[in-house]
């Protein structure tokens, strides 16, 4: 059964229920101004009602207006300034002034339980603020790789996913706003990630097992993107409007966000439009050994469209929001034939990519997304908050070349998370839920090379913090069932020689698993501003689905793919596999220190992984012909001049397509992490941060595809209208490589940023410009599937104005 609208319709109700049953909470308008040390206002400083996800950011003038209980503790903060946390009391004005220097604390709602950065036990990254606007990039990949402990896996500018810590697909998790993003991206690297980071207020990065919430597909990690689509907290009317130019891709992008409210309802609309060429690179060598200084078929065509609304009181809030996105983009490196197709099924409608029909293959996507979510605050005695969270989400995306539609790949999922947060109970303080994700895939057409697979997860999960003096532990479990069931699976191939044709016996199957996670974490204060974090967790992961059943040759990474579900014999026979799936156990040690306040301050993580079943594919050292050619040794020859010829035309397309196999064996990985930041002045900042982490298996070799170590450092200068940045990155060789891998050597790249600030009339304007790649050098990532074919794009110059009124 597939995932229905109508299943939110309960959850308003019962909401809509307790609101309605709820004893009036006593809340109050807080009107406050956010100064620094020498009284002046403090732009974009953010008020947090702490245990809340309520929050609100200062305006030019420094203030700020928040609905908060009127016992709450506000938090304070803003880059660049220690903060402070106020306990309220009937006192509504407030005046808090911030000293320079020291690190912003920031809520990570991935957290669960409202914690900030600077006091988990597992380590996290936060990009928000100008930091998220200067980094911006058209992917979340590109825009997160410069954070330590995150790489990307670049299937060129139009589709990048992060990496972290040398791990990614279906082990790192990517939510938008708490929930999964319902996409293809982790099946495929050529398949971009559906959210945007333009519109966002903060991107948070968990790296490490982050299962307890979201599931075993978080075994490495975590990416949320956060943003206002469905509002938690009544503000006053603001519109940010946002252009640039770039000149690598002659892109054009324009964005725009709008936040209101008024008496108990708040309310949300975003969107942006995006549209490029293809992306300049310095000269390099193509696949075909010619000269170019362009990344072929790399151009892009994005929109989106997000808007949401809440109904907010004193006993919690209710809200519904919308999300629409349009996405065409190149395929670079997508090299390979499609017969003519009579059938053009959506495609026959008009688009705008004209001056790209010269290429070979594009994507076109549109996703919906429906989401709803509530809070009630204080429902009975014991519970503090009673919160969901749902997403409906339809998903289509066309692989089209030569104006016919060669593979279509649809997702309809629907997710839900239930949580209740009690009081303090023994000194121990927490949150226990549900967590329900439904998924209908299809894949149809000449790459699906996995099967038709309806997926069914539950789970339950606890999470308990508990402070004894300077210490704060942090304890969690979660067990999950997942369920699959695929349809056409075709095991074994048999020819009947009296009919001369081939049998195909497709079936369908079914595979369960139930995965349990376990971690706990120390935190201690040893002293102000330091504090050092030691994260023991026991992560298992089910098999994916296309782990366990892709079965066709997967263009994208120029390999033919083989699930675990299947044997592979060295004649070329494919047949169903006799050996019992395991589970992918990862046992974690994070060892973190940290010093956070004052002029200088750092992180420092150390990281050891031990994944007891790891999965990955390995060269089989067969190729598509040794299949094509055990194929015609069962075949009687008495076919058509014509149709020999189709055959031959396909075996030279893909008969060079190594045969990759999903196997488990036990792997290690583990590295480092640290990040320091150096105020030299109140206007002064000196960066710097380096990452490194070594994958291999066990009984020898390397892991493919694992990035280099990364070295990176940056100078910022902050006057009153107008700052300044130069950062600097260096990516080392990497000849650490599995079997039939190439190495990749070192380049640096250098980036350049000036932002000016000033008013007109009512507006509040920010003018940048930027310069990537400063010194146009040749860069190959490492971790990238098509690393040969697509380069970093070159030198490029972005121009763009941010107004806010």
Known sequence: MRPSLFQLTPVAMLVASAFSAQAVAQNITVNGLVLDSDGKAIEQARVHVHGRQQYVYADKNGRFTIQAPVDAELHISAKGYGDQFVT?????????????????????SASGLHQYDLEMANPVSVLSGEELSRKTAPTIGETLKSMPGVHSNYYGPVASSPILRGLDGPRVRILSNGLDSADVSRIGPDHAISADAITTEQIEVLRGPSTLLYGSGAVGGVVNVVDNRLPRQLRHASTQIETRYSSGADEKTAAMTHDGGQEQVAWHLDGFKRKTDNYDVPDFINDEGESSDQLANSWMNNSAVNGGLSWITDKGLIGFSIGHIDSEYGIPGHHHHHEEHDDHDEHDDDHDHDEHTEEAVFAKVKQDRYGLAGELYKPFNGIETLSFSGALTRYQHHEIEEDAIGTTFKNDSFESRFTAEHET???????????????????????????????????????EERSFGDFTAQIGGRIEHVDYKATGIEFEHHHDEEEEADEHHA?????????????????????????????????????????????????????????????????????????????????????????????????????????????????????????????????????????????????????????????????????AEFAMAYQLS??????????????????????????????????????EDWSANIDWTHYMKQNRVAASESATGSYQILDLGFSYYFNLNDLDLTAFAKVNNLTDELGFVHSSFIKEDAPLPGRSFTLGVKARF
């Open 682 to 719: 109140a206007e002064q900042q000196l960066e710097f941060f380096i990452d490194s982490v070594r994958a291999k298996l066990d009984n020898g070799g390397d892991l493919p595809r694992i990035p280099p170590v990364k070295v990176g450092t940056g100078y910022s200068y902050s006057a």
């Open 88 to 108: 309220l009391s009937n006192n509504n004005e407030l005046k808090v002034q911030l000293q320079s220097g020291g690190v912003e604390r920031i809520v990570v």
């Open 507 to 671: 079936e369908d199957v079914k595979h369960a698993f139930t995965a349990s996670s376990l971690s706990a974490g120390l935190v201690w204060n040893f002293q102000p501003g330091h504090n050092a974090a030691l994260s023991i967790s026991r992560s298992e992961r089910a098999p994916s689905a296309a782990e366990l059943y892709s079965n066709g040759a997967h263009i994208a990474t120029r390999t033919y793919e083989l699930g675990l579900a299947y044997s592979l014999d060295q004649d070329g026979e494919i047949s169903e596999s006799d050996i019992k799936f395991k589970k992918e156990v990862a046992n974690n040690i994070d060892l973190t220190l940290r010093k956070y306040e004052g002029d200088f301050t750092f992180t420092y993580n150390l990281f050891y992984n031990k994944v007891n079943n790891y999965l990955y594919m390995k060269d089989s050292g067969l190729t598509m012909a040794d299949l094509h050619s055990h194929a015609d040794e069962d075949h009687d020859h008495d076919h058509d001049d014509h149709d020999d010829h189709d055959e031959e035309h396909d075996h030279a397309e893909d008969g060079e397509f190594s045969i990759f196999h999903y196997q488990q064996q036990d792997a290690t990985l583990y590295g």
């Open 425 to 463: 109970i023994a000194g121990w303080h927490g949150v226990f839920g549900y967590h329900l994700q439904q998924s209908d895939y299809q894949a149809i057409g000449e790459e699906a090379f996995t099967p038709d697979t309806k997926t069914d997860s539950h789970a339950l999960f606890v999470l």
